[in-house]
């Protein structure tokens, strides 16, 4: 028996996200859907091509708002080069509350909700440890998180000097592959 509940212990254990502060980066995105008003479903692949900042937020945290507004800034700048930012609401009832906060903050891209385990499983958070909001992950136009927020949170991620430098550096890297890709001469068949 006792060997029974020992291997039951160790399969929840190995199904649990990665133990805190270990996440990989850089690191494939994993699927993630986002449900919007109206029981409207987005996956995050269909971003792939841009820049995304992807954000879980309370839509009730004053840091997440600010963090929105700091992202709806970015996207009217750096939107028309290939940035996509992305805000999930995982608070109870974010869903609903969802249209009243894009409405309030004034953001300009979309906010959805979800669930908070599979936010906290995309960002490979363990539920037992005690997250903070927003977490934050930097996606390459490839699906590869090249950045996030550590769960006990980390404020660079809400620095405007700092995400902007990184959201350039990143969009910069895909227009450069771009421009390589079309500089290379075309092979005649």
Not at 38 to 49: A, F, I
Not at 94 to 108: K, S, Y
Not at 109 to 123: D, H
Not at 145 to 158: C, M, S, V, Y
């Amino acid at each position: 028996m006792k060997g029974i509940l020992a291997s039951a212990l160790i399969l929840t254990l190995a199904a649990l996200p990665v133990a805190a502060g270990d996440f990989k980066i850089p690191r494939p995105a994993p699927e993630f859907v986002i449900t919007y008003a109206g029981n409207k479903q987005d996956l995050l692949s269909k971003y792939r091509g841009k820049v995304v900042v992807l954000s879980f937020i309370f839509t009730t945290c004053e840091h997440c708002q600010k963090e929105c507004q700091l992202l709806s800034k970015l996207y009217t700048e750096l939107g028309p080069k290939g940035f996509q930012p992305l805000a999930v609401a995982v608070n109870p009832m974010g869903i609903m509350l969802a249209p009243d906060f894009i409405r309030d903050f004034h953001v300009n891209f979309p906010v959805g909700a979800s669930e908070q385990p599979p936010a906290l499983n995309f960002m490979q958070i363990n539920p037992t440890d005690r997250w903070v909001i927003p977490q934050i992950a930097v996606i390459d136009r490839k699906g590869v998180i090249r950045a996030q927020t550590p769960f006990n949170g980390d404020e660079k991620l809400q620095n405007e000097a700092t995400l902007r430098a990184l959201i350039t550096q990143l969009l910069n890297e895909g227009a450069s592959a771009e421009k390589k890709k079309a500089a290379s001469p075309k092979k005649s068949t």
